[in-house]
């Protein structure tokens, strides 16, 4: 490739003014491209802020009405929904029951704000006594039981009202069995974001917090090991093969190349899951006088639309719209 150098080229000239600056900008992060997660808590009376998170809250069930249209109204369009469960089993059935938390807040979200997009979370470590992400044997998650009920709550989910169904736990052939599960019950049009390429991480820490799933031990027999990019990028192709409608990289910001180099190989959307930690370090260093957290969000950000992303789920979500990051 054959490059004009200085003094003929000037690449300052592009950056003379801010509508230069915007008018040349390769990537932008609109409202639309981000996606809100909500922690729902049954039984409590007032919302509870979460320590390690600082204005992330628990959202009382009796105020998740308001709380949606509050978000809508800011102009938030899509949310993913977490339940925090007080009917935790060994299975987790509460998650499909047709009753139970999740259908619950689902329809509450949807009667609230029509439009809004809802993307039901869907795993089961908010709704098991030992916290795993399925039915487990002595520590062991069994597989095969588990992306049975995933179907089966994938189906609760939709009948609830949700658009879009987001399986998380990280089983072999979870992907799969939940599209059967849809086609089955007749929801052939109900997309999957499926969480692909998921990584065992220390940035989750302040999620398992809110959504009240401290586990003891870890899940690096399910999720991946954060030195593999070559099984991450096998994982997403896996799951696009089985029917998934988006891929997702989480965490994002230590794992840019994996979003990065599946951007390469895929034609379907792609969104990075900007985790708990991410979100934390930001505002505790900002807190401190470390750094400015409006410029750093925007070039964190950036830098997941940078290496392919499409859609962007961040607890900063709100904080942009209101405050316009």
């Not at 989750?204 to 999720?223: C, I, M, N, V, W």
């Amino acid at each position: 490739m054959y490059l004009t150098t200085y003094p003929v080229a000037r690449n300052r000239r592009l950056r003379k003014t801010a509508s230069l600056r915007n008018l040349v900008a390769e990537n932008n992060v609109t409202m639309n491209d981000l996606i809100y997660p909500v922690f729902v808590e049954e039984g409590i009376s007032r919302r509870v802020e979460i320590e390690s998170m600082p204005g992330v809250f628990r959202v009382p069930e009796a105020e998740l009405r308001d709380e949606i249209a509050a978000i809508y109204r800011e102009g938030i369009r899509a949310v993913m929904m977490f339940g925090v469960s007080h009917n935790k089993s060994p299975d987790g059935c509460d998650s499909w029951a047709e009753k139970g938390l999740l259908a619950r807040m689902i329809r509450t979200a949807k009667e609230a704000a029509p439009e809004l997009v809802v993307i039901s979370d869907n795993c089961f470590c908010e709704y098991t006594i030992d916290s795993h992400c399925g039915v487990s044997h002595n520590g062991h998650v069994d597989n095969d039981q588990t992306i049975a009920n995933l179907g089966r709550q994938a189906v609760t989910a939709v009948k609830s009202g949700a658009d879009i169904v987001a399986p998380s736990a990280m089983m072999d052939g979870q992907v799969k069995a939940i599209r059967k599960a849809l086609d089955d019950a007749g929801f052939t049009e109900t997309p999957i974001m499926a969480y692909s390429s998921k990584f065992a991480s220390g940035f989750y820490g302040p999620f398992r917090e809110a959504a009240g799933s401290t586990l003891l031990g870890d899940r690096k027999s399910y999720q991946m090991n954060c030195l593999n990019g070559r099984e991450a990028l096998r994982e997403s192709l896996i799951d696009e093969a089985e029917g998934a409608d988006f891929l997702m990289v989480k965490p994002a910001l230590a794992y840019l190349d994996v979003l990065a180099r599946l951007s390469e190989r895929t034609l379907l959307p792609l969104v990075a899951y900007q985790v708990s930690g991410e979100y934390s370090m930001i505002k505790f260093a900002a807190q401190a006088g470390a750094i400015d957290e409006k410029t750093v969000v925007r070039e964190t950000l950036g830098s997941f639309k940078r290496a392919g992303a499409d859609l962007i789920v961040t607890y900063f979500a709100r904080d942009i719209a209101r405050d316009g990051y």
